[in-house]
């Protein structure tokens, strides 16, 4: 089903990258009009190739595109008539670089007091206010890196996950001030911090030394909680994780794997007895699990509830049944191309959430939506820079 929770609600969202764009189209999937600014010649992100081709597809379904002109008067004229009748401003430039045209969080506000203005920063206020920030930039910062690479080879995390869960935080943030307006007729000033996000992602980190007094070490090399929580090699040379997190696991396990001996053992009775043997019970496990092929020991762990994953790469994802289940892959046009990709994590009334996915064109809807403004053609072409030049 299509969620339908923001219908009616109307996001201006002048933002590249991740971090802005993830917002507009998590507001979105929920059913919001989400207007997407872009410069005459689009979205510097649509440009990417390599890691960053999926960026702008990805961040950017469902929404409507809009080109202006922020360097012409005209284009300034047509972005506050579109902001006098929005609900969401959205933006996420450097810190300052909106304040010359008059379309920051506080000028943006005083003209507009419903306005919920939503600027997506690298740091909230306090001293690094006006710091550059990127992904990469504050996982080195926060501990995140140090926590996810061994010892002296510090590692970003494998996805955009700091924008993509800011986004969210803003989108949540949204929801909280539209209700909020609903009592109290005021717009808001939502800051979103990409540095305060990470902060929250080690926060499970910081507060073992707080509470302990002790360093985590980086997860490669971090005390385990569990009797087997690992990667193997299979005899088809393939890897799987395996877990046996509790004394059923261990049993079940052991029992599979033909390690019988490791049952009942007056010192591996319990749980941290089998923690304390890692370093050889460890090995007997492995060159067990190496005797056997991946599909027979996928089929023997679903049945007694181990905990198990296939290796697998971000690509072989549409190949996996449930990622291909109803609703789990949406299809999108971009261009003259089509692409899936995964949507909303959650069901409503055990139906996946869906919602129109295509990704706008350069400027495909300049002219619908700024005559919904009261602009006539040759006023468009002006604010959309057609006259530039």
Known sequence: MKPDTLAGIRVIEMSHMIMGPSCGMFLAMLGADVIKIEPPEGDRTRHLTGMGSGFFPIFNRGKRSVVLDLNSEAGIEALHGLLQDADV?????????????????????????????????????????????????????????????????????????????????????????????????????????????????VAQHMVQYELEGTIAPPMPERDFSWPVYDIFETADAKQVFVGAVTLGHWDALCGLLGLTELVGRDDLKTKMQQIDARAWTLPLIAAAIRERELSDLEAAFLPLGIPYAPIAKPAEMYDDPHVNRPGGLLPSRYGDRQFRAPGLPFDIDGSPAEFDADVPDIGEHTNEVLGTIGLDRSTIDRASGKNAG
């Open 89 to 201: 401003f959205i933006e996420n430039f450097k810190e300052g670089s909106l304040d010359k045209r008059g379309l920051d969080s506080a000028t943006l506000r005083t003209r507009y007091p419903r306005l919920i203005a939503l600027p997506h920063k690298g740091f909230l206020n306090g001293p690094y206010r006006n710091r550059t920030a990127l992904d990469e930039v504050v996982q080195m910062m926060t501990g995140l890196a140090y926590m996810t690479g061994p010892t002296g080879r510090p590692l970003r995390v494998g996805s955009s996950a700091n924008d993509i869960m800011a986004g969210l935080f803003g989108a949540m943030s949204v929801m909280a001030a539209l209700m909020d307006r609903e009592k109290s007729g005021d717009g808001r000033e939502v800051r979103v911090g990409l540095f305060e996000n990470c902060l929250l992602l």
